[in-house]
């Protein structure tokens, strides 16, 4: 009996033991070894892969830092400098990825007969992305907008997405403009809320962004990337982005229409903050608007919960004096809101910069040198016209040094 059990066990384990090696063969097209790389690859490797990109796009979202004074984008993108906290996740992400394709295709005569392949290259794909190797991820995005083409899962489609974004970020606007149509048509028939969230976004992105985008279908696309309703916190930053254009084409209800809806989501107390600037801000010059909004404006300075945003609320003053086109009032609120800087390095140049304008066109170019000098403190590398305000204020300090020696022979 002893002896029959060992026989059992014996050709049991041979069994298993040779159904492994099968298994394990990436050059034979059959359905054990399809079976085995599509279940091993899907909950091993690409899970891993999956859970490093999360972790990796979590530390990524900490990196935010939006800039209120201008016009948020779509998506962040930090400076390239500011992202080696995430490479750990991105890099094992990769390697994963990597490991999984390598270990697990079956690409026999130009044709992948395991179905998660194309997952791992995106999920590659997108870790590339994040790290801001845009060259590498548009590569791995058009390999898979032209090798899986069918596949049931949107892998396609979202590559192809993402292949979007990757042009815009390199600013081949053409390209861009050319896969977004193509994209649109490939996901017509899915009628998936999620990849209609992911094309609107990245169609509103091109519009805000290219030299031929055109704000009205930006918000044309906002809206249409709304009603697929995404997540709770994208939402509301595309509520505040809607408030934003409507304000920029001077169409007030619909920006303070879409302000209310951001205060209403209870979103972070510094965008909740910004959308009540923004709600202020709506003056339309007369008395009674400005005496409302100025005793609003001198309460919220009081409130001790307001004291690291003092700068935006002075910078918030300056504006009703610009419209009211009393240039001592808002040189004066403007530099408040720069001497109370706090850590907003966005408000502190943003309002410097204003206020070192207004002082050049004044031809008073000491004091707008002076506010040149400031911004230069604080100025954040991926701030608007970064170059340009370097440049000015390098030319400004020149002339100083001259018009100084020239007082000083005066003298």
């Known amino acids: 009996m ?72 779509i998506y962040y993108y930090p400076a390239k400098e500011d992202l080696t906290s995430i490479f750990p996740s991105m890099d094992k992400s990769i390697e994963k990825a990597s490991k999984s394709i390598y270990k697990h295709s079956m690409l026999i005569r130009g ?30 995005f058009s390999y898979i907008t032209t090798s899986y083409k069918g596949n049931k899962w949107n892998c396609e489609e979202e590559a192809m997405i ?17 896969l977004l149509n193509e994209t649109q048509y490939a996901i017509y028939e899915k009628k998936s809320k999620k990849l209609n969230v992911l094309f609107n ?20 696309y906002i809206q249409e990337a709304i009603s697929n309703k995404p997540n709770k916190e994208f939402k509301t930053r595309l509520y505040f982005i809607l408030g934003q254009l409507h304000e920029s084409l001077q169409q007030l209800p619909e920006a303070q229409k879409n302000f209310s809806k951001v205060i209403k989501r209870s979103p972070s107390y510094e965008m909740e903050f910004s959308a009540q ?10 008395p009674e608007s400005k005496n409302t909004i100025l005793k609003e404006m001198k309460k919220m300075l009081e409130e001790k919960k307001n004291e690291d945003y003092r700068d935006q609320i002075y910078f918030a003053i ?20 720069v001497s109370h800087y706090s850590n907003n390095d966005y408000q502190r140049t ?26 230069l403190l604080s100025l954040p590398k991926n701030y608007p016209n970064h170059a340009l305000i370097v ?21």
């Open 201 to 220: 976004s990245a169609a509103a992105e091109y519009h805000l962004t290219a030299p031929d985008g055109d704000v009205l279908t930006a918000i044309d």
């Open 2 to 73: 002893n002896i029959q059990k060992s026989r059992l066990f014996y050709i049991s384990g041979m069994l298993v033991f040779l159904l492994a090696i099968t298994s394990c063969s990436t050059r034979k097209n059959t359905f054990p070894n399809r079976a085995y790389h599509t279940v091993t690859s899907m909950f091993n490797v690409n899970f891993n892969a999956k859970e490093a990109l999360k972790s990796g796009e979590t530390e990524l979202a900490k990196k935010s830092k939006d800039n209120y004074t201008s016009i948020l984008p």
């Open 162 to 178: 993402f292949g979007v974004r990757s042009a815009l970020r390199q600013n081949y606007y053409s390209r861009a403009q050319t």
């Open 318 to 337: 300056s504006e009703i004096y610009r419209i009211d086109q009393d240039t001592d009032e808002q040189k004066k609120n403007l530099a408040l809101s």
């Open 111 to 140: 044709k992948e007969y395991v179905k998660t392949m194309d997952d791992a290259y995106l999920i590659m794909g997108k870790a590339y992305f994040y790290k801001q190797d845009y060259v590498q991820a548009q590569r791995i």
């Open 350 to 375: 943003y309002s410097a910069v204003t206020l070192a304008d207004i002082y050049f066109e004044e031809e008073q170019y000491i004091e707008s040198q002076a506010y040149y000098d400031t911004a």
């Open 277 to 286: 600037m923004h709600l202020a801000n709506n003056y339309d010059g007369t």
């Open 391 to 411: 440049k000015k204020a390098n030319t400004l300090k020149g002339l100083v040094e001259n018009l100084q020696i020239v007082i000083l022979q005066d003298s």
